[in-house]
């Protein structure tokens, strides 16, 4: 958050508890998620699509708002890394919300880290393998997926050290501007 306030860019922030309410389910998360980033839109009018950072599972959240367009048809950025290859195909998350990566037309930007076993980079990126047959595919589909893979730094790297945290929201910070002007993000 300090790297986004330092580069001038308006921040909100919301945390989930890292277990469900009883009778709580993904729908009921998205629900609410799509309605923090309309408000956040509400509040900083002229600041642009906003940017969703999610570490680990709140990547993976930011992923399925996209997926499931919830948010009234003006997708927000998702970034962070994913957890393996489920929900890529179709699975739903409630009444009439089918999920479909495919339809995601806001800029991903993934990162991965080969120190990592929480997961792995080649199970972190699976969804992408799992969801688009080839790299033709994406572009057919009017998407832009960047992914960012760290050689040496793993996954509680980014809780403990502040070195690797800070290096790391920098680098999200960074990509921002090489986001908005990528070919499939000015389509």
Known sequence: ?????????????????PHPEPG???????????AFVCRVRTLHPDAGAPVVVGHCQGGWAALLLAAADIVGGR?????????????????RVGP?????????????VEFARHGDNI??????????????????????????IIYLVHEKVGHLAFFVCPAVARMEHREI?????????????ST
């Open 1 to 17: 958050m300090g790297v986004a306030l330092r580069a001038g860019h308006p921040v909100e922030f919301v945390a989930f508890c």
């Open 96 to 108: 009439g919300r089918q999920l479909d990566l495919k339809a995601i037309r806001s800029p991903i």
């Open 173 to 185: 910070t960074s990509t921002s501007g090489i986001v908005e002007t990528s070919p499939q993000a």
């Open 119 to 144: 997961p792995p980079p080649r199970q972190a990126l699976n969804w992408i393998v799992d969801t688009y047959a080839d790299e033709r595919d994406i572009k057919i589909c009017g998407q832009s």
């Open 24 to 34: 709580q389910t993904l729908a009921d998360g998205m629900r609410t998620e799509a």
């Open 75 to 91: 997708q927000s950025r998702p970034h962070g890394p994913r957890r393996g290859k489920r929900r890529s195909r179709g699975d």
